[in-house]
């Protein structure tokens, strides 16, 4: 049904660093999008208005943040359960073992 994932711990450090540049690059696309909206849209208007203007509103993407976190967090829960540390495998056959009979 299900097949099995197996991430390794480069692999991880590298989805994990992915993430944290798709996190920062949204995160500085936004203030760009809304240094713009607000330099375009409330020029020449008085700053004292106390009104909520549309145009900056930052709760308007709201749903989108919310689906997009809950989409992250289901990747990295993925990545968290499916996380293989392999062991090194150590031959002792180079070594003699005698049993001492008593």
């Not at 500085?28 to 900056?56: M, P, T, W």
């Amino acid at each position: 049904m299900a097949s099995h994932l197996s991430f390794t711990g480069h692999s991880l450090l590298l989805s994990l660093g992915a993430l944290f540049g798709f996190i920062l690059l949204t995160i500085g696309l936004f203030r760009l999008y809304f240094q713009y909206a607000a330099h375009k849209s409330l020029k020449g208007r008085a700053a004292a208005r106390k009104n909520k203007y549309d145009i900056v509103d930052v709760h308007q993407f709201r749903s989108s943040f919310i689906g997009l976190s809950l989409a992250l967090t289901l990747g990295l829960t993925v990545l968290a359960f499916n996380w293989t540390s392999f062991d090194e495998k150590i031959d002792v056959s180079e070594y003699s073992l005698s049993l001492i009979h008593i």
